[in-house]
């Protein structure tokens, strides 16, 4: 049987010292290491490519680049079609009331380039509006000159469609002329 050690009134009892191992640090700064890297970049290609899978069909990638603030992706469209999941709104005022219940809305308005239509939703839904906004200016930091002129191109072409995901804050621009999607993303 143990003795209990007596400790005296007002004493505070012995502390015992964790030693830690070399073994035990090597696996800690693993671990450390490996969610740093983690932490890298916004996204990478084959997680974008599938978000983006379930709006368009995708061909080849024509250019990708992600950083810890941004995300750009140029893409081969297989076809301009939508997928019927994806809700396609006619305005800019219709998307906003597909977003009340939705994260993903596009905007197909012939009336409207890409940019005014952005622009719009700035006024008609402050929150989301500057999201998409911020997502398509930071994510113009990881594009390479080819994607930068597929992107502006889009921006302004009247018949170019807007599609957003405001939750995870990516902005997709389906420009059918070029046969391209441009997608970018800012800082979380």
Same mark, same amino acid.
């Given at each position: 049987?143990?003795? @209990? ?22 696996? +800690?700064?693993?671990? #450390? @290491? /490996? ?10 290609? /084959?997680?974008?490519? @599938? =978000?983006? *899978?379930?709006? !368009? ?6 250019? %990708? ?6 995300? *750009? +992706?140029?893409? =081969? ?26 994260? =993903? !809305? ?5 009336? #409207?380039?890409?940019? *005014?239509?952005? #622009?719009?939703?700035?006024? !008609? ?21 080819? @994607?930068?002129?597929? %992107?502006?191109? /889009? ?26 999607? !441009?997608?970018?993303?800012? /800082? =979380?």
């Amino acid at each position: 049987m143990s003795r @209990a050690r007596r400790i005296p009134a007002g004493a505070r009892p012995p502390v015992k010292r964790a030693r830690l191992r070399p073994a035990g640090l090597c696996a +800690g700064a693993l671990c #450390l @290491a /490996a969610l740093a890297l983690a932490g890298c970049k916004r996204t990478d290609e /084959a997680t974008l490519r @599938a =978000q983006l *899978a379930d709006w !368009v069909p995708l061909g080849e990638t024509v250019s %990708f680049t992600a950083t810890r603030d941004c995300a *750009a +992706g140029v893409f =081969q469209l297989v076809g301009p079609r939508l997928a019927s999941r994806l809700r396609s709104a006619g305005s800019v005022r219709e998307a906003v009331m597909i977003l009340k219940s939705r994260s =993903q !809305v596009a905007i197909d308005s012939r009336r #409207l380039s890409p940019d *005014a239509a952005l #622009l719009e939703l700035v006024e !008609v839904a402050r929150a989301p509006g500057m999201r998409m906004r911020m997502a398509g200016l930071e994510g113009r930091a990881c594009m390479d000159r080819a @994607a930068e002129a597929a %992107f502006g191109a /889009a921006l302004v072409n009247p018949r170019a469609v807007v599609i957003m995901d405001v939750e995870r804050g990516i902005l997709a621009l389906l420009d059918a002329d070029d046969a391209l999607l !441009v997608a970018a993303m800012g /800082a =979380q």
